[in-house]
């Protein structure tokens, strides 16, 4: 049974059955006061605009019986699978470090854990990944061939740097992906706008932008 998406730059045709969503790093450390992203200095108000459309999209995705995959970025407590080279990035605060939400970006710390309001349920993977892009050293791609999944509706944080490198890596193994513009955040508004703009040009070269109300819509 296909139906269609409304997107840019044109519409999206899809299968709900080879569908699935994939809500990217909704931790606490980059979306709440007091985690990872803030002790970096940025405003989280601006990620956090982005809960309550996707929550819409998760309810309704899970009222399809659709798919539903959620990742975590994060390290190993003794950080071995942390490269070098990672672990000096950030300028004011490391990953490994003692944070407000326990140590930033480590596997099992309250920072870690995906927010209370799109906590994933029973039957929905959590992928954890060491990478900004959810297929690098992860089973995803193992665990979307295994339910033949074509399509993926891409939402989460940040839209430059983990959804954008997600969106790459799933266009290069032949998935389809949609990003719902107002189920993503930047904390740098102007990179929300140009890695949207990315993503849909050249006619889709990596997927297509459409917004959570067209996506509700489309799998309801
Ligand atoms: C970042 C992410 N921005 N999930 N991670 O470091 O986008």
């Known amino acids: ?32 006061p007091g985690g990872f992203g803030e002790a970096l200095g940025n405003d ?3 990620v956090r605009s982005a809960i309550a459309p996707c929550e819409k999209v998760l309810k309704t995705a899970r009222d399809a019986g ?18 070098p080279a990672k672990l ?7 990953i490994g470090e003692k944070g407000p939400k326990g140590r930033i970006l480590i596997r ?4 870690h854990d995906i927010i209370p309001e799109l906590y994933p349920i029973a039957g929905e993977a959590v992928i954890d990944k060491p990478g900004k892009g959810a297929f690098y050293q992860t089973d995803l791609h193992l665990i979307l061939q295994n339910h033949s999944i ?26 389809e992906c949609i990003i719902p513009e107002d189920c993503v955040g930047s904390y740098f508004p102007e990179f ?19 917004h959570s109300e067209h996506i509700i819509d489309a799998i309801k």
């Open 150 to 175: 074509k399509t993926l509706i891409v939402c989460g944080v940040t839209t430059e740097v983990c959804v954008n490198t997600t969106v790459r890596e799933a266009n290069d193994r032949g998935y």
């Open 66 to 83: 659709m798919m539903v995959i959620h990742t975590r970025e994060g390290h190993r407590a003794d950080l071995t699978d942390c490269p």
């Open 1 to 32: 049974m296909t139906r269609t998406f409304n997107a840019d730059p044109f519409a999206l045709e899809f299968n709900p059955v080879t569908t699935a969503l994939v809500i990217i790093d909704m931790q606490r450390d980059f979306v709440e």
């Open 88 to 94: 000096t990035r950030g300028g004011k605060t490391f």
């Open 44 to 46: 989280v108000s601006l």
């Open 192 to 210: 929300q706008k140009y890695a949207l703009e990315m993503i849909k040009a050249q006619g889709a070269i990596f997927g297509w932008v459409s």
């Open 108 to 111: 099992g710390e309250e920072g």
